[in-house]
């Protein structure tokens, strides 16, 4: 799995952990709402969060966890929760 581009929002003020959403390439909205639930993460974590990790400029040791809930209290949004970064939103496109 390759990285297209990788968006990194700051939010000023804000202590909640980091999140790290990962979205496919040329993924339609149609596309993005029928396969929230089914997100290959394991594939995620091997595959794509080491590259980010070296792009950012992390620990490669960083911990994160996978949670169906990330960006809010219902499963629309999942995303990895990165442990001992805060106020940051990152969005991953991959291919």
Known sequence: MKIQSVKVDRQNGRYSKSRIY????????????????????????????????????????TTVKWSQYAGCSCPCSPGFIVDNVYGASISVEVQ
């Open 22 to 61: 990962i979205f496919p390439t040329n993924e339609s909205i149609t596309d993005n709402l029928m396969n929230r639930h089914t997100r290959p993460s394991k594939l995620y974590r091997k595959e794509v969060l080491p590259k980010l990790f070296e792009q950012l400029q992390w620990d490669k040791n």
